[in-house]
């Protein structure tokens, strides 16, 4: 099973999102998905075949749009060897509706999918089919989280880097009390029939909410006392979700802060996950900075001339960071500049001239910092900024940061 780097997941769902906003005049969009492997000149059979059935659709320009993106995937297609590459091909192309009838664009769009596809799909339609490359997307690092004492249970799943809190479920077990006699003991009786209760129904909703999770890779289980451990070894959960329990952990809380502690405190246990691995990462760029070391920079303008330097080992960047880079011409005078916005910036006008613009192309800074990265030959970390140590990352050093090989203007001793 692939699992994605952030940086891929990151580029393919930057591509889905491009795609899923695009729309066809009519039902003229092609969206095809070959298997790897899949001998091509089979494919162009089939296409030649769709070509000659598009040359009865009634509506000209329709049929001229449908025929044009037809002879463009073929004549692409012929471009590309005998057989279909390993992770297969996915092609979308089409006349794109700008709002202006007569002025549709034609693209092509030709990705070698990061994930093998085992699915052959061909659609025309007023829209692009971007499910299959959305299910690439889904995440395949799963742990289920569960913190539990004697009053409540709260359930999770850790997918990646994000937490994603299910339920909370009370327990109506009622608290002990320092009575004696026959009635303590009647009192204990119902007591431990509650708790009995109770962890039938944490056993049914574990089920509900792990058993479907294909390709769970363990089951993390917390909690401030022993109620965790009664739980877990008595004859409750389902063989298949009890053999998955990767762990017992002691937290102080229960709930969502429980949640995060359950994690932290059982990285251990799930050391493999993104979720610890980024936390990792960002405590040792916060330790170099506490330390004051010369191996760290952060700030867009100092990580920028590490790079220039080959100073750079790590860069490290928020997904939090919304900046785009907008390449634009001034209708007025011409010239054509590259500016950098706000996700939230509208009405934009030409820095010279001040005259109305329009945008020739379009990508986020965080794209922009991964072909330099890829220019410069450094490795390159995008962080959540939905974590303790993302979140500060973000606010407090502006998302952007690097660990140094070395600094050029370290001090000699």
């Not at 690092?141 to 359930?155: Q, R």
Request: with cysteine; glycine share 8%; proline share 3%.
């Amino acid at each position: 099973m692939t699992i994605l780097s952030e940086v891929e997941r990151y580029k393919l769902s930057r591509l889905i999102q491009e795609l899923r906003s695009k729309k066809g005049r009519g039902t003229e969009l092609i969206s095809l998905y070959i298997p790897g492997g899949k001998r091509l000149d089979e494919v162009i059979g089939m296409l030649r075949q769709e070509y000659s059935q598009a040359s009865n659709i009634k509506d000209r320009t329709t049929r001229h749009h449908v025929l044009d993106a037809l002879t463009t995937v073929i004549q692409r297609l012929k471009m590309l060897g005998r057989v279909a590459p390993p992770n297969g091909l996915v092609i979308f192309c089409g006349y794109i509706d700008v709002g202006i009838p007569g002025k549709e664009k034609l693209e092509v769009h030709v990705i070698e999918p990061p994930e093998q596809i085992k699915v052959w799909l061909y659609r025309c339609d007023s829209r692009f089919h971007t499910e299959i490359l959305e299910d690439i997307l889904r995440e395949k690092d799963v742990y289920g989280l569960l913190v539990m004492d004697l009053s409540e249970a709260t359930f999770a799943l850790l997918k990646g880097r994000r937490i994603e809190v299910l339920k909370t479920v009370t327990s109506g077990v009622p608290r002990k009390h320092h009575k004696g006699g026959q009635s303590a003991r009647r009192f204990q009786r119902l007591r431990e029939q509650a708790i009995h209760e109770y962890f039938k129904r944490v056993a049914e909703y574990a089920s509900e909410f792990f058993l479907k999770v294909p390709d769970l890779k363990g089951v993390l289980v917390g909690g401030p006392g022993p109620a965790k451990i009664q739980f877990v070894e008595g004859d409750y959960l389902d063989y298949r979700i009890k053999e998955k329990v990767v762990g017992l952990v002691d937290v102080e809380y229960t709930g969502e802060e429980g949640l995060r502690e359950l994690v932290n405190r059982g990285s251990r246990y799930i050391k493999d996950s993104r979720y610890v691995y980024e936390r990792n990462l960002l405590q040792r760029f916060f330790e170099r900075i506490v330390r004051d070391s010369d191996l760290v920079v952060y700030g867009e303008r100092e990580v920028m001339e590490m790079m220039k330097y080959g100073a750079v080992d790590t860069l490290i960047v928020s997904e939090g960071i919304k900046d785009r880079i907008l390449e634009v011409e001034c209708l007025s005078c011409k010239k054509t500049y590259k500016i950098r916005v706000r996700e939230e910036m509208r009405n934009l006008i030409c820095p010279k001239c001040k005259g109305p613009v329009r945008v020739l192309s379009e990508k986020t800074f965080i794209e922009e910092l991964i072909e330099l990265s890829s220019k410069f030959g450094v490795k390159i970390e995008l962080v959540s900024p939905n974590t303790e140590e993302g979140e500060m990352f973000l606010k407090a050093f502006g998302g952007i940061g690097a660990l140094l090989r070395f600094n050029p203007h370290a001090s000699k001793a």
